[in-house]
């Protein structure tokens, strides 16, 4: 099974770490989309040339979101991580349409400004704020995004909150996110390898743009 990444991408991070969870050996094809020889390989599987991208004995999935359903219901041994009674998943599903059509959403407008040397907008911040502050209320309610347990929840706002160093954001206002963190990676198989990687390819990235 081989899966077109950038561990830069927060969308292929969560991908990445569904998999270790489920205990899914993938097949890792490191790709620079920047490179245009790169990206025209990539468009011959899939036609927006996006990552990640996964394919499994010739059936080719894009989207993060898509990848980690099908891992998961292909996979996965239970429900844990995507519960199946209607109530849980339904609060399962809205932590992941406020990651990535609110947290994340508004991480990006940030995050794409600085790398072009702008400056975000007092209304743009506080936007992002107030994101920030609902997902310290969501981790207050409980010790997880959207159960009793870690879901796909926890893992996609797990790598939405780790771009935050992309800001040197702080994040010390904010006790349960935190706290919240700490939980969730300790549950995640080889985390601090991973993070390891994480950061060392963040610090390239940095460097390659000074």
């Known amino acids: 099974m081989d899966l077109y990444y950038n561990i830069l991408s927060t969308p292929c991070q969560s991908v990445l770490l569904v998999a270790k969870k489920l205990g899914i050996n993938l097949n890792l094809k490191r790709i620079n989309l920047r490179n245009p020889v790169e990206k025209e390989a990539l468009s011959k599987l899939n036609p927006q040339a996006v990552i990640p ?4 004995n ?15 219901e292909k996979y996965g041994k239970d429900d844990t991580l995507y519960p199946k009674d209607p109530n849980v998943r339904s609060v399962v599903n809205q932590r992941l349409f406020f990651d990535i ?10 995050v794409i400004l600085v790398f072009k040397k702008e400056q975000p907008s007092n209304e743009q911040m506080e936007k992002l704020k107030k994101a920030i502050d609902l997902l310290e209320g969501f981790v207050t309610e409980r010790s997880y995004a959207a159960a009793d347990h870690l879901t796909v ?4 706002l797990l790598g939405t909150v780790t771009a935050f160093n992309w800001l040197k954001y702080d994040l010390e206002p904010y006790p349960h996110i935190r706290e919240w963190v700490s939980r969730v990676t300790t549950e995640l198989p080889d985390y601090a390898e ?3 990687e994480l950061d060392k390819g963040t610090k390239a990235y940095f460097s390659s743009r000074m």
């Open 58 to 72: 010739g059936h080719v999935v894009w989207e993060s979101y898509a990848i980690v359903f099908y891992l998961m």
């Open 101 to 110: 059509g609110t947290l994340y959403r508004n991480l990006l407008f940030v």
């Open 153 to 156: 929840a926890d893992i996609f």
């Open 194 to 196: 991973f993070r390891k």
């Open 53 to 56: 991208t996964l394919v499994d």
